[in-house]
């Protein structure tokens, strides 16, 4: 009998200690957890006022939430998609917890890099087009998420309607390169054949051939659309050039295009949907959320700009309900 009691004892001493075990571990979990420092990686795919805002709005976001319990690395690709790689790359051997990819390029480079390490991506026009994704159900199914810059099409196609109800062929100018660019020009057809347009699309491969694609733009149309193209953002010095000279208006996709070389836009606030991609990264990063059941998100609040310079300089008249673009503002 004493020898079941010293049993009985022993096993219970056995289930207190391992009870005592299990407590200590889990409490030392909490405290790592309490305790780490989440590294994210920013691919930028070239430096422009949208996607610096993007960033800076992701930033935000995350430090907000984090403080000094995020470290962010922000690696600009100069609009090269080889950098986007070599960045890319860099970021899965350094074993970063997140990476943010800012634009299309930087995104494909990031799910070419990985399939393992969650991406948050921003400034994305279409998610389907820039992973070849079919059946789009608003999520990607694997490791990326993130939010898009695209304002509705159609309602940018009425808009060239009322402000130039006299116009007869649009241009299309954009890079060759950029997939979100080319899906933006199919749709704008569309919506703009319906309005009674003759479109034309116009490309260049890279900035050595903006000047002379935008100078044969310009010849053959009565308006010109960018859409939200980063080769194009990154060149508005030289297509403004161009257009003023020939005297040809151009509406953008973004607001960064429209101060830089448009007449007016139907804005997004890219430091708005930066901000909401870096909440999607701290819901992943410390709440556990998998990037392949989250959706796209996408900018709610849309604003009519115009340049009032020049609108006055074209002529042209803006309808009610447009805002001036300031063109001193950072």
């Not at 920013?42 to 430090?63: M, N, P, S, W, Y």
């Not at 399939?115 to 694997?142: C, H, Q, R």
């Not at 100078?215 to 080769?231: K, L």
């Not at 819901?283 to 115009?306: Q, S």
Request: net charge negative; with cysteine; glycine share 8%.
């Amino acid at each position: 009998m004493k020898k079941i009691i010293a049993m009985v004892a022993a096993f219970a001493l056995c289930l207190t200690m391992f009870a005592g075990c299990t407590s200590t571990g889990t409490g030392d979990t909490a405290s790592k957890d309490a305790d780490k420092v989440y590294e994210v990686g920013v691919i930028q795919q070239v430096q422009h006022v949208a996607l610096d805002a993007a960033t800076e709005g992701f930033k935000a976001a995350l430090t907000e939430k984090l403080g000094d319990k995020v470290n962010i690395t922000v690696q600009n690709a100069a609009g090269e998609a080889a950098n986007c790689g070599t960045i890319a790359n860099q970021f899965v051997s350094a074993k970063v917890d997140l990476i943010m990819a800012n634009a299309t390029g930087a995104l494909q480079a990031a799910y070419a890099a990985t399939a393992k390490i969650p991406i948050v991506a921003t400034s994305i026009t279409d998610y389907a087009t820039a992973l070849e994704i079919d059946n789009w159900t608003g999520k990607t199914g694997f490791n990326v998420t993130g939010t898009s810059d695209l304002a509705p099409l159609d309602q940018q196609a009425q808009m060239i309607k009322d402000l130039f109800p006299d116009a007869k062929t649009v241009g299309i100018l954009y890079c060759s390169g950029e997939a979100n660019s080319k899906y933006q020009s199919t749709v704008m057809q569309g919506h703009l054949t319906k309005l009674g347009f003759t479109c034309k699309e116009y490309t260049f491969a890279d900035s050595n051939d903006v000047q002379a694609i935008t100078t044969t733009a310009c010849q053959n149309s009565d308006v010109i659309f960018i859409p939200t193209d980063n080769t194009a953002a990154s060149c508005t010095g030289t297509i403004d050039g161009v257009a003023a000279a020939a005297k040809t208006p151009i509406v953008a996709g973004e607001e960064g295009i429209c101060k830089g070389c448009g007449v007016a836009t139907l804005s997004i606030d890219y430091r708005s949907i930066g901000y909401e991609a870096g909440l999607m990264a701290y819901e992943i990063l410390v709440n556990g959320k998998d990037p392949k059941d989250m959706e796209i998100g996408f900018a709610t609040e849309l604003t009519k700009k115009y340049v009032e310079s020049r609108c006055t300089a074209l002529d042209v008249t803006v309808p009610e309900g447009y805002v001036a673009i300031d063109l001193d503002a950072k």
